[in-house]
Structure formats: structure tokens, C-alpha cells
């Protein structure tokens, strides 16, 4: 019977759930340094400084199927040979520019996790290109895509060490100082000076416990410090209290400022601002434009916009772009 359970036990595990992909991502590129399953070639070229433009160009990406995974240990996943298997993106291009944001909307299972998680490298496309700037990312440093790309997600991962521990795995030389201002700029200054031990309290269970707002500003606090130039922001429906909600919110317009982002939008106000909003279903982009110009169509955001993103009536009483 273990015989039996043993590989379905693995087969359930190695199911893992996007999201928490992204959080490992975030964990495996901003805080430990492990070696990634994902290679770079011996020529690989540095993504430059504040490099902004991503674009996907006819992405197509499958998961490999349990048939493969089982054949394979976890780390070789990413580089098996991809013959079968459902595909999740199917021809998904579009550009952001500089210092824009574009929202990824759209029903549960479209593929919007999927399609921000291949800019980062969590996995590989199986089809078309992702490029930063004009690098393919598969032909990028690792470090370099590492140091361009920041993800800031519900469920941040913080470790069992100190605040200032964990903040300076975002850049080991930062100094007091400005650990502070990335505190304050993140909305967590006020509280961590209040605490007895400051800077040296040490977050989690036998530690302080934070609150998942606080420990989400101590979160984006530690990717001001990075200062990456691209974010990846998964904004999933956090259960906040309103004035932790407003803090966060604050904190993630910090977080945003200045640099291109690519958000997975769940708030109608981050797809009213958005500069571009794509609409994911099933793979494909069915619809792209702003705010105003897909209200006035009657097609998929339409729809989505009226059951997800205006359950708040105070919210699109305020909206012009809504016909009363
Ligand atoms: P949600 O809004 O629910 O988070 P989403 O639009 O982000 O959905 P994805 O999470 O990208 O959608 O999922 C796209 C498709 O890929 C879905 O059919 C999903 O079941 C599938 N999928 C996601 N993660 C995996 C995985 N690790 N292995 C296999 N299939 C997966």
C-alpha cells in the first residue's frame, strides 16, 4: 500500500497552486539565494538597470502533465520535453510599456497567475518569447532578472528573524537609515518604532505577530528597498480591516510609483487606473483597452466589471465611465 500511496502523495504535491509559486519565486529570487531549477546559458546577458519594456510575443505555455512529473524529480520539470498536455496560454502577445501598468483580468482559470509567473522565469514558455527590454528571458542573467523584477503578493513571506534581517535580504547593505525610510514609505514606520525592541523585533509565532496587513507592508517595505524596476502584483483578495486596508493600499501605490507593473487586478480602482487592461479567458486575450472603452462594449469585462469588480456600489457610484 505505501508502494501505491508513495507516488500519489508526490503527484498531489507536485500540483503546486500558482500562487504559492509565486511566493516561492519571491522567497528563491528576493531572499535566499538557492540556485533556481531554471538555467541560464554560459553566455547569458545582464538585463540593464531600470530596464522597463516587457512583452510577450505569441506566448504558449502548458504545465507539464502528471504522466511527465512522474518520471521526473521536481527539479527537472522545467526543462522536460513537452509533447502532451493541455495548453493553459495559447498565443497570449502584448507589450507594456515603461513605466505603465496593465492590469491581467478575468475568470477564475483564465491564466492570468500563469502569464505574469513567465516573466520572472518560474517557468518557461512552451511557445513564442518573453522579453525584458529587448532580452529573451530565457538568454537573461538570472541575477539581473532578479534584481529587475519584484513581486509583491497577499501572502509575503516573511522569515522567523528579525525586521532588519529580513529586510536586508532585499539589498545586505542598506543602512539603518534607510531601512527606516522603506519602513516609513511602506506605512510600518510608525508601528516598528513603537515596539520595544525596534528594528530587532523578530516577526512570527514565538516572535511579534503581525498582522497579514502588516506583515504585507513589511512585505512591499522590503521591495522598496530593492527598487526593482518591473513589479508583478498579485492583488488576490486580502481580508483586511479598512484602515489596515488603506495603509496596504498606500503602501502598494509606493510599491508602484515610477515603475511598470503588471498587475492581476482584483479592484476596480487598479483597472480604472491601469493604462491597459487585458482580459484573459481560456488561454487567449478576448479583449484589451482601458477602462472606458471596454465598459462601452458589451463583451467579457463588461460582464466581469459589473458580477467581480462593482461589488462595491460606492465605488462605481463614483465611476464616470458607468452609464446610469
Ligand atoms: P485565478 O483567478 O483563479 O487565480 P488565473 O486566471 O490566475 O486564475 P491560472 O492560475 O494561471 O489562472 O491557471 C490557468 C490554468 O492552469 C487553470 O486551468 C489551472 O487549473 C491550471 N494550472 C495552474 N497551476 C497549475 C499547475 N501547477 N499544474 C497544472 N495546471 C495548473
Known sequence: LTRLYGPLTALSNVRVDVMSALVSFERVFEVLDLQPSI?????????????????????????????????????DVATLDRTVGEEVLRGVSF??????????????GAGKSTTAM????VY????????????????????????????????????????????????????????WAALDRAQVGELVRGLPDGLDTVVGERGYRFSGGEKQRIAIARLLLKAPSIVIM???????????????????????????A??????????????????????????????E???????????????????SPSERAQDPAVDR
Open 39 to 75: 538555467a541560464e546559458p554560459a553566455n547569458a546577458k545582464p538585463v540593464p538597470p531600470g530596464t522597463g519594456r516587457i512583452e510577450f510575443r505569441d506566448v504558449r505555455f502548458r504545465y507539464p502533465s502528471a504522466a511527465e512529473v512522474s518520471l521526473a524529480s521536481l527539479e
Open 262 to 291: 503588471l498587475v492581476i487586478a482584483h479592484r476596480l480602482s487598479t483597472v480604472r487606473d491601469a493604462d491597459l487592461i487585458l482580459v484573459l479567458d481560456d488561454g487567449r486575450i478576448v479583449e484589451r483597452g482601458t477602462h
Open 124 to 179: 518557461d514558455v512552451t511557445g513564442g518569447v518573453v522579453l525584458v527590454g529587448d532580452i529573451d528571458v530565457r538568454e537573461a542573467s538570472l541575477q539581473s532578472l532578479r534584481d529587475t523584477i519584484g513581486v509583491v503578493s497577499q501572502d509575503s513571506h516573511l522569515f522567523h528573524e528579525t525586521i532588519v534581517e529580513n529586510l536586508r535580504y532585499a539589498r545586505p547593505d542598506a543602512t539603518d537609515g534607510e531601512i
Open 293 to 311: 472603452d471596454l465598459v462601452a462594449r458589451s463583451g467579457l469585462y463588461g460582464e466581469l466589471y459589473r458580477t467581480q469588480f462593482a461589488d
Open 118 to 121: 513567465l516573466l520572472p522565469r
Open 234 to 260: 498579485d492583488e488576490a483578495t486580502a481580508h483586511l480591516d479598512s484602515e489596515s486596508e488603506a495603509a496596504v493600499q498606500k503602501a502598494l501605490a509606493e510599491a508602484l510609483s515610477g515603475r511598470t
Open 95 to 108: 507589450t507594456v510599456h515603461p513605466g505603465q501598468m496593465v492590469a491581467l483580468v478575468g475568470p477564475s
